[in-house]
């Protein structure tokens, strides 16, 4: 097994549980399991299954009760099937936050598996999963900033948040590297080049504390004001990546 997937040892585990029930041909961990910068109880598990067909109703079922079982906080796991493994707009199965629906493997996804993923069991991504050009890599950056973070400038109140402060800043670094270079960063590095954004020392420091798993208390004054900031500079940066 590889050794990177000790700090989640629940990973093996899920993919030997799903494999018979979804056809599952592969399996791989990808995000920050793969990218060496996986904290337990905060980061998200990031999986993709790839599978022979696509998933018939009772094949949905037996798998959303198995979820439901397991009760893996934080597990995202996409089902992609192998014969439409190449069309990156077609829509797949995924559970995440508590539920399943459909979205595609996005781009950034497919380009972070070449980069990072692990092979928990099957053929390694670079013989299942199409390459990313450069061009496609940055018009997919650009599209998780246009799917989101665009509409969330325009609301003052969840800038309130550590989840919109931390993910929104760490968001627009990785993008930005992403569009400027063709190249992925994990969030670690993403969190060390906010100064050169314009992010203040401390608001940086507060960030890396919380990704490390340090409370950070606050008063409602520095929650209002940190608001502020945060937003400002999610608009400047935005601006400055989508033209």
Known sequence: MDERLSVAPVVPRFAAAIREVAAVTAFYAGGSIGSGDYRPGISDLDLVAVIAAPLTRARRDRLRSLHRTLGVAKLHCAYVSLP?????????????????????????????LHQFGVTVYGPSPAELVPQIGREELATAARAELRGYWTGAVRRARVWRTD????????????????????????????IDRLPALGVPDDLTDEIRRRRAGEPVELTEP??????????????????????
């Not at 979205?103 to 497919?110: A, E, T, V, W």
């Not at 520095?222 to 033209?243: K, P, Y």
């Open 84 to 112: 439409d493994i190449s069309d990156v707009s077609r829509k797949h199965v995924n559970w995440a936050h508590e539920r399943m629906f459909r979205r595609p493997l996005s781009g950034i996804s497919r380009a972070e």
């Open 222 to 243: 520095q929650i209002r004001a940190r608001a502020v900031v945060a937003r400002a500079l999610m608009r400047e940066q935005l601006t400055r990546l989508l033209g």
């Open 163 to 190: 989840l919109h402060v931390d993910l929104g800043l760490t968001t627009v670094s990785r993008a930005g590297v992403t569009i400027e270079t063709g190249r992925l960063i994990t969030k670690r590095e993403a």
